[in-house]
C-alpha cells in the first residue's frame, strides 16, 4: 500500500534525513520518498498504520498536514 503525506516543517537534507528514519523506524514501511519543495512524503509497505506513521513524524518533530491511502 502507499500513503501520500504532506508534512511541514522540513527545510533543508537534514530534515528529509530525519523524516526518512522516523520512517523506516515504523514496521511495514519498505520504502520513503521525500520532495522537499513540494513538502510530498510518499511511503510505501504493507499494513501501514495511519496513526503510527503520523506519530513517527511528530516525534522526529514534524507535522504531518495532510494524509492520502491509495
Ligand atoms: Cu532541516
Redesign the pocket.
Known amino acids: 500500500m502507499k500513503m501520500k503525506l504532506k508534512v511541514e516543517g522540513?527545510?533543508?537534507?537534514?530534515?528529509?534525513m530525519?523524516v526518512s528514519n522516523a520512517l523506516f523506524g515504523v514496521d511495514g514501511v519498505e520504502n520513503v520518498q521525500i520532495r522537499l519543495d513540494s513538502k510530498a512524503v510518499d511511503v510505501t509497505g504493507t499494513e501501514l498504520a495511519e496513526e503510527t506513521i503520523k506519530e513517527a513524524i511528530y516525534e522526529a518533530g514534524y507535522d504531518v498536514v495532510e494524509v492520502e491511502v491509495e
Open positions: 522540513m527545510s533543508c537534507q537534514h530534515c528529509v530525519a
